[in-house]
């Protein structure tokens, strides 16, 4: 069998320290995939931080300078992960506690967790989540801010919180979102998505609590492309499916505020659209969500548009749980019953998904997803206090459909629908093909953004569409070791997926150029993974000519978009129990995003928060990565268990060939931030707040 070339092609600097502890055992039963862990295991005892484990994996050549972390011998904590959930089968590890000894309660402080991001735009300037601001004095939280929701979710399963808003009366024409919450107890990570009506407009999840006093994080959201809504009374919907039983403790309390200003700020943001259209569900008026659940519904609206449309954006909201959470690690449907004598059957239709966006049955346009790992995922103290990227904050994807235009502003009824696809490599032998559905299950929901011309009974007309695309090319490998008695050992697999997408009519064109690389191993009889994927895409779109319908060049240029990206994603885990029933679970992940953003688009591109390097015609450019080390590890017996987890993130945010704005490099080990490093425009900002975790100590004794 050919060894996996892997190539090291993150921006960071990794050194070779990422090797587990050579006492890992051989596995000799049950599965491999730790999200399905806990079906089998039942109660699965896991510890994040406590004795046993050899070596401290900071990244030195990150971090040069951080605080000592030393070891306590506190009694071990116990981090318990979970049984099923009736509603959303996936099983994810999670952390908790059981009695041992306690500190003193005026010791313990409440756990931040945060995602990495770049700050937004307040009134005073720049800010970032946990409350560091650029100018702090001069920005005044009471100025004009609306409180949306005050929450407990609970039992809170198809008990989503209604909410009645009212605009503020102060004039404004940027709003931001302050999102807090605070939690204790065990639970797991938790999807939530937030409606006005029928209309998704932010879809985040939760971080995994601990014992009292708990963890709490705040994610602030700039929502100004939403404005058509904030200028009016809606009911707000906000979703957050979590349970409580005596095992399953963690209630999360939440506050939601949204702050409201007015700002001269120039940038190629597009204006805020006139109109909103949702493709959901559409049970808001029932008080119910209004997300798609693929392949159970049918993801498809048919509806009759204004006819007066010059930009229409169709942004696509889409994410895997339960069996998809973790598509990216599926192998090739040929392959799926390889361990089935050893790990058990593994989760199929290859790595790969597109998220389709068809109108009247004709692709407009694809999202090659973001692999968002959520709190809970892989091995959970991956993520604490340091959340995955977007794990907080779920972005969507643009697909400009102007091209549609003259067909779509006929006053006709058109239909939208939004459909996953994954490979099939089993129902022809001479061709890999996309599939029509995945598995259970993908929540989805689109809209679409509209700017209509001034004179409400002009009519957009125009040549038809031409779609000039064709099926993706998609290449498949995947072979086989097997041991002299006929066990199938190790599984190779490869997956690679190329797709380009024009569109154009005489209004505008939207083209699309992804490409996808995904290479597997499986080995151990079906226990360890590795898989490497980089996802890269060029999204564009233009007005035909200038001269068509507008001579102005200004606002033709305006109506321009382009943005490019690069995901990666390495992922090394491997799960094991011992004939005595010692368990192992371990793992490696490094996740990174490239993105830059030119022109109109939808949402922000970040460099709203910087006035004072914004203007017209500047690329913006995110660069992130980041890593960790984790692992858990607990005795038969069930009684002793220890583990750690370490991570490290570096983020660049700024102007193509010109400033950075805002820089962040931030490490934490078995809990607890020990550097953390950030710079916004080319300054440390004013206000920093560093109390990014307790010690090792505190931490433990916090869990008993
Ligand atoms: C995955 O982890 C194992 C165990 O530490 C290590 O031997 C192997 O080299 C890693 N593979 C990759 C591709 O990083
Ligand atoms: C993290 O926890 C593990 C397990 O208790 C311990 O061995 C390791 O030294 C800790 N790391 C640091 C930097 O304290
Ligand atoms: C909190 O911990 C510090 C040492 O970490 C100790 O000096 C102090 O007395 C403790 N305070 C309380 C209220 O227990
Ligand atoms: C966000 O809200 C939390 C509490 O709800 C508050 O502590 C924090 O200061 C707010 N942040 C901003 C930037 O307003
Ligand atoms: C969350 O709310 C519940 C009641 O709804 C309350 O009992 C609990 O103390 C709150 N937790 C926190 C951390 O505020
Ligand atoms: C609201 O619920 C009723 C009763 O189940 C159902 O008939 C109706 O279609 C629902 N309406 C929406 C908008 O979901
Ligand atoms: C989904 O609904 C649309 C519109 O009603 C219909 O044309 C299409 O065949 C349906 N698709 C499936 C898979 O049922
Ligand atoms: C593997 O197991 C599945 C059920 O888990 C079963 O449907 C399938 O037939 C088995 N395949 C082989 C080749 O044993
Ligand atoms: C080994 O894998 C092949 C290909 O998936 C499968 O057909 C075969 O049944 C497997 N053998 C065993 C013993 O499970
Ligand atoms: C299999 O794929 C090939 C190439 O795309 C195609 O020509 C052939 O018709 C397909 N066969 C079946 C049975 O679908
Ligand atoms: C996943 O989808 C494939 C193809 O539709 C199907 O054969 C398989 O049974 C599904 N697996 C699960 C676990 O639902
Ligand atoms: C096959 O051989 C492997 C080692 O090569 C061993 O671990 C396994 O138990 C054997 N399986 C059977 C069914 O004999």
């Not at 985040?204 to 609590?209: C, D, I, L, V």
């Not at 080319?682 to 560093?690: L, Q």
Request: aromatic share 10%.
């Amino acid at each position: 069998m050919a060894p996996l070339d892997l190539e090291k092609r993150a921006i960071l600097a990794v050194d070779d320290d990422h090797v587990f502890p050579p006492s890992r055992k051989k596995p000799s039963s049950r599965r491999r995939v730790l999200p399905w862990v806990a079906v089998v295991l039942g109660l699965l005892v896991l510890v994040s931080i406590g004795a046993s484990s050899h070596r401290c994996a900071a990244d030195t050549s990150l971090f040069t300078s951080h605080g000592t972390v030393s070891h306590h011998g506190y009694p071990l904590p116990e981090l318990r992960s979970q049984a099923i959930n009736s509603r959303s089968p996936t099983l994810k590890a999670q952390e908790t506690t059981t009695a041992t000894t306690s500190a003193p309660a005026a010791n313990r402080t409440v756990l931040k967790t945060f995602e990495v991001a770049q700050p937004v735009p307040m009134p005073g300037g720049p800010a970032e989540s946990d409350g560091s601001t650029h100018h702090p004095k001069d920005y005044s939280p009471e100025l004009c801010t609306v409180l949306l929701m005050r929450h407990d979710f609970a039992w809170s399963y198809d008990a989503p919180f209604i909410g009645n808003y009212e605009p503020p009366s102060c004039e404004f024409n940027r709003v931001v979102l302050n999102f807090s919450v605070v939690s204790q107890g065990r639970q797991f990570d938790r999807l939530a998505i937030m409606y006005f009506g029928d209309t998704e407009v932010w879809r985040t999840s939760t971080a995994e609590p601990t014992a009292p006093p708990g963890i709490g994080w705040i994610y602030l959201k700039d929502m100004t492309e939403y404005l058509y809504f904030w200028k009016s009374p809606q009911k707000l919907i906000f979703d957050l499916g979590n349970l409580i039983n005596d095992k399953y403790t963690g209630i999360f309390n939440t506050t939601m505020t949204a702050i409201f200003y007015n700002t001269d700020l120039v940038t190629d943001q597009a204006t805020p659209s006139d109109l909103i259209i949702p493709i959901s569900a559409r049970h808001g008026a029932n008080n119910s969500i209004s997300r798609f659940a693929l392949p159970a519904e049918n993801a498809t609206n048919t509806i009759s548009l204004p006819r007066n449309i010059r930009r229409a954006v169709f942004s696509v909201s889409a994410n895997g749980q339960a069996s998809e959470e973790f598509w990216w690690s599926n192998v090739l449907q040929s392959d799926v019953d390889t361990f089935n004598a050893t790990a058990g059957a593994l989760p199929g239709l290859s790595p790969f998904r597109e998220v389709q966006v068809l109108i009247d049955g004709q692709i407009a346009g694809v999202q090659w997803p973001f692999p968002v790992i959520f709190t809970g995922g892989v091995v959970p103290s991956l993520h604490r206090p340091i959340v995955g990227i977007h794990a907080f904050d779920l972005r969507e994807h643009e697909i400009d459909i102007s091209p549609f235009l003259p067909l779509l502003c006929d006053g006709q009824q058109h239909t939208f629908t939004i459909r996953v696809a994954g490979l099939d490599d089993t129902s022809n032998t001479t061709s890999v093909s996309l599939t029509e559905s995945v598995n259970e299950s993908w929540y989805v929901t689109g809209k679409i953004f509209l700017w209509l011309s001034d004179d409400p009974s002009s009519i957009t007309t125009g040549d038809a569409p031409i779609l000039n695309y064709s099926p993706p090319a998609i290449a498949v490998a995947h072979s086989l070791t097997t041991t002299s008695n006929g066990t199938n050992e190790t599984l190779t697999y490869s997956t690679s997926v190329r797709r380009t997408l024009r569109i154009t009519s005489s209004t505008s064109s939207w083209t699309q150029s992804l490409t996808y690389t995904n290479k597997g191993l499986v080995t151990a009889f079906g226990y360890d993974q590795v898989n490497d994927l980089v996802i890269t895409g060029d999204d564009r779109s233009s007005l035909a000519s200038p001269s068509h319908h507008n001579s102005n060049p200004n606002s033709n240029r305006a109506s321009n978009y382009h943005s490019t990206y690069t995901y990666t994603l390495l992922s090394n885990s491997s799960y094991s129990v011992s004939p005595q029933g010692n368990l192992s679970i371990a793992a490696f992940l490094r996740q990174g995003k490239t993105v830059s953003t030119a022109g109109a688009s939808v949402f922000p591109s970040g460099l709203e928060a910087f006035s004072r390097h914004s203007g017209k015609g500047l690329t913006s450019v995110l660069e992130t990565v980041k890593e960790g080390t984790a692992e858990f590890r607990q005795t038969g017996d069930g009684k002793e268990s220890s583990g750690w987890g370490d991570a490290r993130q570096v983020f660049a945010f700024g102007v193509q060939g010109g400033k950075e704005l805002y820089y962040r490099r931030v490490a934490a080990v078995n809990g607890t931030v020990v550097g953390d490093e950030r710079r916004v425009e080319g300054r440390e900002p004013e206000v920093v707040v560093v109390d990014g975790g307790r010690g090792v100590a505190a931490q433990a004794l916090e869990y008993a």
